[in-house]
């Protein structure tokens, strides 16, 4: 069974850093492109980060590069958000998500929540 | 990078057909056949509904269909229920640079 479980998220002030896991069971995580994406309370969602499968290629939404850096540890069946000077903005309800679209991930985590404030 | 424009609510009785549009830009939308299409229902994770513009993951309804034409793509939901009730969000590859933007959401009200 396909399962993505997420962890790491909590509070932390503002330039705060915090490092977001995900662990994949059922399926190779890095034979597919992995993605995390985020949605603030209330809001909706935003892409952030994604790692591709074949060339190890990363991208970042604008209002995270240079900040959030995303890593997997294929050994492990990992996937990884370094996230550094974090901002209020930040806040959100993090996902990772994976699965055969490159463009449209279809294997989605619960989610777990990165609350920024002071 | 600007989120690709949906509505914010619509809203339909039940077995009534409704349509969501998604517009976007040449850089996205209508520059690729990557749209996707996302249900979300509060408190859950999204599930993809549509990808590659039209095409059905097994176990979705055959109630749901989307399309594209030039930057603007549609979900259309026919004989709506009311388990239909959720937000609904576009999902568009970008290039290279961007790879990936979403769009703002619909709210779907099942009257």
């Known amino acids: 069974q396909v399962q993505l479980v997420e962890s790491g998220g909590g509070v932390v002030q503002p330039g705060g850093s915090l490092r977001l896991s995900c662990a994949a069971s059922g399926f190779t995580f890095s034979t597919y492109v992995r993605h995390w994406v985020r949605q603030a309370p209330g809001k909706g969602l935003e892409w952030v980060a994604c790692?591709?499968?074949?060339?190890?290629?990363?991208y970042y939404a604008d209002s995270v590069r240079g900040r959030f850096t995303i890593f997997g540890d294929t050994s492990k069946n990992m996937l990884y958000l370094q996230m550094n000077s974090l901002r209020v903005e930040d806040t959100a309800v993090y996902y990772c998500?994976?699965?055969?679209?490159?463009?449209?991930?279809?294997?989605w985590g619960q989610g777990t929540l990165v609350t920024v404030s002071s | 990078q600007s989120a690709l424009t949906q509505p914010a609510s619509v809203s339909g009785s039940p077995g009534q057909s409704i349509t969501i549009s998604c517009t976007g830009t040449?850089?996205?939308?209508?520059?690729?056949?990557?749209v996707s299409w996302y249900q979300q229902h509060p408190g859950k994770a999204p599930k993809v509904m549509i990808y590659?513009?039209?095409k059905r993951p097994s176990g979705v309804s055959n109630r749901f269909s989307g399309s594209k034409s030039g930057n603007t793509a549609s979900l259309t939901i026919s004989g709506l229920q009311a388990e239909d009730e959720a937000d609904y969000y576009c999902?568009?590859?970008?290039?290279?640079?961007?790879?990936?933007?979403f769009g703002g959401g619909t709210k779907l009200t099942v009257l």
């Open positions: 790692i591709q499968y074949d060339t190890n290629n990363k």
């Open positions: 040449s850089s996205d939308v209508g520059g690729y056949n990557y």
């Open positions: 590659d513009v039209s």
């Open positions: 999902c568009s590859y970008a290039g290279s640079s961007i790879f990936v933007v």
């Open positions: 998500a994976s699965g055969a679209g490159d463009y449209s991930p279809d294997y």
